[in-house]
């Protein structure tokens, strides 16, 4: 199974390195595809994430806590916030950073 998936990888590079233009219109053939007809999904799917996090976070688990009963949490909620807001705004510079 793994050399198989390894051929198949270095066959999937050698084709994109050999034949730019095919694989380019490949590529945009298939995103056009997706696209036009299952961005319903990807939309769909991010709706039901949200119900599913709003459910869990007004059921009883809601009030869930990691750790011992009687841990305190090590940072307050704005910080935590703040960190996790601070590390998507990271991932979003390094990501589109290339782009610049």
Do not use: H
């Amino acid at each position: 199974a793994v050399v198989s998936t390894q051929s198949t990888g270095v066959a999937f590079v050698l084709w994109c390195i050999l034949d730019t233009e095919g694989a380019s219109s490949s590529f945009q053939t298939a995103k056009t595809y997706f696209t036009q007809n299952f961005a319903w999904t990807y939309i769909g799917s991010l709706n039901c994430w949200g119900a599913v996090i709003l459910v869990v976070y007004f059921s009883k688990y809601g009030n869930l806590k990691l750790g011992r009963e009687d841990d305190e949490p090590e940072y307050p909620d704005g910080s935590w916030f703040a960190m996790l807001f601070a590390c998507g705004v990271g991932v979003g510079l390094f990501f589109y950073g290339v782009a610049e």
